[in-house]
């Protein structure tokens, strides 16, 4: 199984960018999907999430400005961003708890994709 994530990019504060993630391998099905970011010096965080029946959950910080959805026929999560900030610069890093045909449940990571916003 693996978690192929892109999207990221540059942008001026104020602009958008949206992140793709798309599972691959033997799945049998996934279940949680999220986004998480890291910036240098600070702990990996979670940015948003999204249950196998839609349900989502956003950090404080996102909220309002970010999307999260996902496409299950594809195997695939999104990450829309607007408005975004300086602050919001990170590597960003897609995870989905997914059964693997004769593997546990366990949750697996994406490669991470850079976001940096700068003027």
């Known amino acids: 199984v693996q978690l192929q994530a892109s999207g990221g990019g540059l942008v001026q504060p104020g602009g958008s960018l949206r992140l793709s993630c798309a599972a691959s391998?033997?799945?049998?099905?996934?279940?949680?999907m999220g986004w998480h970011r890291q910036a240098p010096g600070k702990q990996r965080d979670l940015v948003a999430s999204?249950?196998?029946?839609?349900?989502?959950n956003y950090a404080d910080s996102v909220k309002g400005r970010f999307t999260i959805s996902r496409d299950s026929a594809k195997k695939t999560v999104y990450l829309q961003m607007e408005d975004l900030k300086p602050e919001d610069t990170a590597l960003y890093y897609c995870?989905?708890?997914?059964?693997?045909?004769?593997?546990?449940?366990?949750?697996?990571w994406g490669q991470g994709t850079q976001v940096t916003v700068s003027s």
């Open positions: 391998g033997t799945i049998f099905s996934i279940n949680d």
């Open positions: 995870s989905a708890e997914i059964w693997s045909i004769g593997h546990p449940v366990r949750n697996y």
């Open positions: 999204i249950s196998r029946g839609g349900s989502t």
